[in-house]
């Protein structure tokens, strides 16, 4: 990180920002294509989740390369000081990590990443039957490194 002074490097601090993140913004590459996808997330024990749909653009990138990048930003604000609008900037908290994905496989393991991502979001438990589960596709990254960053907070 260039500006060391705005990196969040207590591990606490970054997972709090993504404990508070309502998106993830996921990165992959396809033929060194970059693609970004907005999607909703969990995250435990350094693995995010993630659903979508069994079918997809996405999911034929990941199966082609597993390597992703993931960001999520909280407290976002644009500071527009008088003046000249060189001054302008933005306060916010954010995270940009990169690992690896994986399709998660078999029905408690899909059931478990389906509700860690349903109580990142104020959801309760909830006991997903076999045909909830064959809807949908769930992806699991596992963290290699994450940053945190933060401006004006």
Known sequence: MRRHALEI???????????RAEVCRVGLSENDAP????M???????YLYLHCANKGK???????????????DIDYEIVRPAGHPCRWGAKYRSVIG???????????EKSAALNIIVQ????EWYDFSEKDLQKVCVVKIEID???GKKAGC
Do not use: W
């Not at 996405?58 to 999520?72: A, G, I, P, T």
């Not at 990142?120 to 959801?123: K, L, N, Q, R, T």
């Open 58 to 72: 996405k999911l034929d990138m990941m199966r082609q390369n597993s390597n992703v990048c993931f960001e999520m």
């Open 35 to 38: 693609y970004v996808v907005p």
């Open 120 to 123: 990142h979001y104020g959801g």
């Open 9 to 19: 490097k207590d591990r606490h601090e970054i997972e709090a920002v993504m404990r």
């Open 40 to 46: 909703l997330f969990g995250y435990r024990d350094k």
């Open 145 to 147: 490194s994450m940053t």
């Open 98 to 108: 990169f690992g690896r994905s994986f399709i998660v496989e078999g029905f408690q």
